[in-house]
């Protein structure tokens, strides 16, 4: 077992023992269920009322997933597998089960009688493209491939439920940026270390960086932290699917990440003309905070901007913002692929320069001002030849008519203001 692996094995490691949540059964819903807090405390059945993913699709770039679970089956697409042979990233055996955890959290729909056994997924009815690659070697393998892969293959949301400690390649860095400019949002977990030294891919521009809360939504002791933690999800006692085992009870950064990219799929199902950055605006401008952290300067080196609340991010009436939303805009001033959002396109307008119709405006008004201010001339040379000096005397002057000249223009609707009410803008 790598270094890596065993890291990840023990930041994510299965928790023994019964899990002491304090609440009453759930007669409706088998054991598996029951213990999936998060479930409850996002409010899921509310949310499914307003959206459940459907439509979208979220690469996850982990282990194979196995879509023959029966809380996945019929949710996961072929996807690709990056480890050595290739093929198809859906037939994973007990040592490649991490994938398979997160797809679940994401889209599992459970099953037996109206699919309430088993583990189901935030966003049940989104789709998993599984892109395989080996997590063992996270720290010699490059994510470049595997990122532009599930761009290329319809992913709107990706998750990256990893971490590895080398130097971001150029590669994976262009590959990031690629992502954006085709509208995807990228998410990565932070890591379980409880170290302020950024892990990869969760620290590259670009990337929504997301770390964990336990129930009483305190930030877990290894989550690991920095300026570049946007989000919080929850992270400890989490119920997924499994496979060497049918379900998996652990701890990690990694299924916060996997909730938050279910949380992005039920927004970019309910509001497909929004952007990438305006989806990651939304669950930013919604997000939570303890008591003793309110009216802090956000986002904060451990909270981020807090933690993410979906059913308010699904309701709330929130301006859309700038297409870049919380995260850094792009070297070449763009963030994604023009078409993609009433927003975007006003922005590509704004960036060819005057449009058209403003050049005709701004000649036609040019004109009638010289139409007027002839006729004038003409008028007051008259009266002169007749009557001599106009009213006032020499150089007395005609009021210009009223609204006359360019009005100021106001703000674009929905603009992101570059200093929300106690919160800096996103970095």
């Not at 989000?231 to 996997?258: F, K, M, Q, W």
């Not at 401008?285 to 979906?310: N, Q, S, V």
């Not at 963030?335 to 449009?355: F, I, L, P, R, V």
Request: charge should be positive; glycine fraction near 14%.
């Amino acid at each position: 077992m790598s270094f890596t692996r065993t890291l990840r094995a023990v930041g994510g490691a299965v928790v023994a023992g019964a899990l002491l949540f304090g609440t009453a059964p759930v007669a409706s819903a088998d054991q598996i269920r029951h213990e999936q807090w998060p479930l409850r405390s996002f409010g899921a059945d509310d949310i499914w009322k307003v959206s459940t993913g459907k439509g979208v699709t979220v690469a996850v770039i982990d282990d194979p997933v196995d879509g023959s679970h029966p809380d996945l089956k019929g949710n996961v697409l072929p996807g690709k597998s990056f480890l050595p042979g290739g093929g198809t990233a859906d037939h994973p055996n007990g040592e490649y089960e991490h994938g398979t955890a997160m797809a679940s959290l994401i889209a599992g729909h459970g099953h037996g009688p109206g699919g309430s056994d088993g583990v189901k997924g935030l966003a049940p009815d989104a789709k998993i493209l599984p892109v395989g690659i080996d997590l063992g070697k996270a720290a010699t393998t490059s994510y470049a491939k595997p990122l532009r892969y599930a761009v290329d293959h319809g992913a709107k949301v990706v998750n990256m439920s990893f971490e590895d400690y080398s130097d971001t390649s150029p590669a994976e860095k262009a590959s990031v940026d690629y992502a954006r400019k085709n509208d995807v949002l990228v998410i990565a977990s932070s890591g379980n270390t409880g170290s302020s030294i950024p892990r990869l891919p969760s620290a590259v521009p670009g990337v929504l960086a997301v770390g964990a809360v336990d129930i009483d939504l305190k930030v877990w002791k290894f989550s690991s932290y920095g300026p570049h933690i946007k989000l919080l999800a929850p992270g400890l006692h989490i119920r997924s699917a499994g496979v060497e085992t049918p379900y998996r009870l652990a701890n990690g950064t990694s299924d916060s990440a996997a909730y938050v990219s279910a949380a992005a799929a039920l927004l970019r199902s309910k509001f497909p003309d929004l952007t990438a950055g305006q989806i990651a605006n939304r669950l930013v401008k919604t997000a939570g905070l303890p008591d003793d952290m309110k009216g802090k300067k956000l986002p904060d080196p451990h909270y981020g901007y807090g933690f993410i609340r979906p059913s308010k991010a699904l309701t709330a009436n929130i301006p859309a913002g700038s297409e870049n939303g919380p995260l850094p805009a792009l070297k070449d001033g763009s963030s994604k692929a023009s078409g993609s959002g009433k927003d975007a396109q006003q922005a590509t307008e704004s960036d060819k320069g005057m449009s058209t119709g403003v050049i005709i405006g701004i000649v036609g008004g040019v004109v009638g001002l010289l139409v007027v201010v002839l006729t004038v001339v003409l008028v007051v040379k008259k009266k002169n030849g007749r009557n001599g000096p106009p009213p006032g005397g020499p150089g007395g002057f005609v009021p210009h008519p009223p609204n006359s000249g360019y009005q100021q223009q106001p703000s674009a609707p929905g603009a992101y203001p570059s200093s929300p009410p106690t919160q800096p803008p996103g970095r």
